[in-house]
T-cell receptor, first 119, second 117 residues
Framework: GAGVSQSPSNKVTEKGKDVELRCDPISGHTALYWYRQSLGQGLEFLIYFQGNSAPDKSGLPSDRFSAERTGGSVSTLTIQRTQQEDSAVYLC?????????????????FGEGSWLTVV | AQKITQTQPGMFVQEKEAVTLDCTYDTSDPSYGLFWYKQPSSGEMIFLIYQGSYDQQNATEGRYSLNFQKARKSANLVISASQLGDSAMYFCAMRDAGSSNTGKLIFGQGTTLQVKP
């Protein structure tokens, strides 16, 4: 597609329920990232997928968080047994191929985010 | 460890004037890239400008320019001729060669810019 697409755009869930957030990256982008942004805060890295390589899960805050990427394209971030502190905007981003820092064209493009509220 | 610092939580600027948003960074890797993103109230992160550590000249993109001072490890964003639509939160971010294999961008805490008419 033209840009990174995320769904749902807004989700209100009860504490203890599981939620799934979906990300559809820009066509042809092999790298996909999930970030979390709490109210008024900066972005916190969660997980990174690059092609068929093992994902970098170093940013996942607990084992309640998991993500998968099927067919090298769409990704799903799952939060199990949601807690109120999970309330945040979850941003997905994608970029082309392996990072080549000297090439400014390898920019990370973000979706509009999924706003999660746990009540 | 990599770190990005934005010391200005909020800034005001008069319409049509220029404004500088500060960003300092810390990395031990000689190869890195610096990014600025704009986040309006809608929440989308909009890429503005990129500076590579080996770039000889400061990056410019329209009204945006990056004042890159490598020795000071600073990468300030300059917005010229501010417009009301520039009101947003601005994030500085960095990725170094060590994190390029993981793709991780490290973000600062952001600066909220308000443009006054």
């Amino acid at each position: 597609g033209a840009g990174v697409s995320q769904s749902p755009s807004n989700k209100v869930t009860e504490k203890g329920k599981d939620v799934e957030l979906r990300c559809d990256p820009i066509s042809g982008h092999t790298a996909l990232y999930w970030y979390r942004q709490s109210l008024g805060q900066g972005l916190e890295f969660l997980i990174y997928f690059q092609g068929n390589s093992a994902p970098d899960k170093s940013g996942l805050p607990s084992d309640r968080f998991s993500a998968e990427r099927t067919g090298g394209s769409v990704s799903t971030l799952t939060i199990q047994r949601t807690q109120q502190e999970d309330s945040a905007v979850y941003l997905c981003a994608s970029s082309q191929g392996r990072d080549r820092l000297i090439f400014s064209g390898n920019t990370i493009y973000f979706g509009e985010g999924s706003w999660l509220t746990v009540v | 460890a990599q770190k990005i610092t934005q010391t200005q939580p909020g800034m005001f600027v008069q319409e049509k004037e220029a404004v500088t948003l500060d960003c300092t960074y810390d990395t031990s890797d000689p190869s890195y890239g610096l990014f600025w993103y704009k986040q309006p109230s809608s929440g989308e992160m909009i890429f503005l400008i990129y500076q590579g550590s080996y770039d000889q000249q400061n990056a410019t993109e329209g009204r945006y320019s990056l004042n890159f001072q490598k020795a000071r490890k600073s990468a300030n964003l300059v917005i010229s001729a501010s417009q009301l639509g520039d009101s947003a939160m601005y994030f500085c971010a960095m990725r170094d060669a060590g994190s390029s294999n993981t793709g991780k961008l490290i973000f600062g805490q952001g600066t909220t810019l308000q443009v006054k008419p």
